[in-house]
């Protein structure tokens, strides 16, 4: 089956697919992007990561090229295409090509790029039943982690480094110790006392749509949330730690630097929210979606 990617309007073969090498995205790392999951043919939480990209483009003064209804049916074209029923799209608007130089050039047109994959969610739902390492890496990301950009070389360092210590995450470590976040998914702990802590959004993290889901099913389960930055000795001595994103949805964290978090194996609450989350990603028609929180 030929793969076919979305390009400025056009519907491409994949290896022909290409933008311009004067794209500011290439050069400048200028632009935004959004990962969605698709199970059985349906996006999970789109609303959210589209409300999320547009407070992207607008805070990077990024012009819309579209509107959300136009963006919605690009990607559900390009996954039809595709035939992708179970996998993720990747969605990309970088502000334009033009003959390089810093400041913005006039007159350019945003390039819109979409690819859209398979995935075996039953790979991610093995992870999450046995649960999976994780390590600590200094945070070396820029003052806006709250923008989705493509600038995520820090990340990718990261996480090649989680890689080569057979860890599937890399936790991220502020100069006072505290974790913001995960390389591509947000930080949370399960206390002694069931509390589950997560940073607050702001800045220094992406405020995750995953996220949102989970405290909205958090909420109804009747858990403690609180927002706070949490230490690496606070999660070692945590009951369950977890991370949360589009395309891993909840997976227990059950070891960080080597060191077991509570009894070594993935816990009762983040196990309760997967499968919450699981049921919420399955079901298209739900009366709700995972709103974006702004920082
Ligand atoms: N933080 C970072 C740095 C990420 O890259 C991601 C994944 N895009 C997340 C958090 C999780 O966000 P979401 O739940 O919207 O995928």
């Not at 990617?5 to 790392?29: K, L, S, T, W």
């Not at 996006?43 to 509107?67: C, K, N, Q, W, Y």
């Not at 075996?120 to 806006?144: M, S």
Request: aromatic letters at 8%; hydrophobic letters at 45%.
């Amino acid at each position: 089956m030929s793969r076919i990617a979305y390009v400025n309007g056009q519907y491409v073969p994949y290896a022909q697919a290409g933008v311009h090498v004067e794209d500011r995205g290439f050069q400048f790392a200028d632009g935004v992007y959004e990962v969605v999951a698709i199970t059985d043919g349906g996006f999970v939480d789109l609303e959210g990561h589209l409300a999320r990209l547009e407070r992207s483009l607008d805070e990077l003064r990024i012009e819309r090229p579209m509107t959300r209804a136009a963006l919605s049916v690009v990607l559900r074209e390009t996954v039809r295409r595709n035939r992708v029923r179970n996998g993720s799209i990747y969605l990309q608007i970088t502000r334009g090509a033009a003959k390089r130089e810093f400041a913005f050039p006039a007159g350019i047109a945003p390039t819109v790029v979409a690819i859209a994959r398979h995935l075996d969610w039953n790979k991610a739902a093995a992870n999450a039943a046995r649960g999976v390492p994780a390590i600590t890496q200094p945070d070396i990301r820029w003052g806006r982690c709250d923008i989705k950009t493509v600038g995520l070389l820090p990340a990718a360092l990261a996480k090649q480094a989680a890689k080569e210590a057979g860890a599937y995450e890399a936790w991220l470590v502020d100069e006072k110790g505290f974790v913001t976040e995960g390389s591509s998914s947000n930080a949370w702990i399960v206390t002694k006392e069931n509390v589950l802590v997560t940073r607050a959004p702001t800045t220094e993290i992406l405020s995750g749509i995953t996220r949102a889901a989970v405290l909205e099913l958090a909420k109804r389960e009747g858990l403690k949330v609180e927002f706070r930055p949490f230490t690496v000795a606070e999660a070692l001595a945590a009951k369950e730690a977890f991370v949360s994103s589009a395309t891993s949805y909840v997976i227990p964290v059950v070891t960080l630097d080597g060191k077991p978090i509570g009894n070594g194996g993935p816990g009762v609450v983040a196990s309760r929210l997967r499968g919450l989350y699981e049921t919420h990603a399955a079901n298209h028609s739900s009366d709700w979606q995972a709103p974006f929180i702004s920082p």
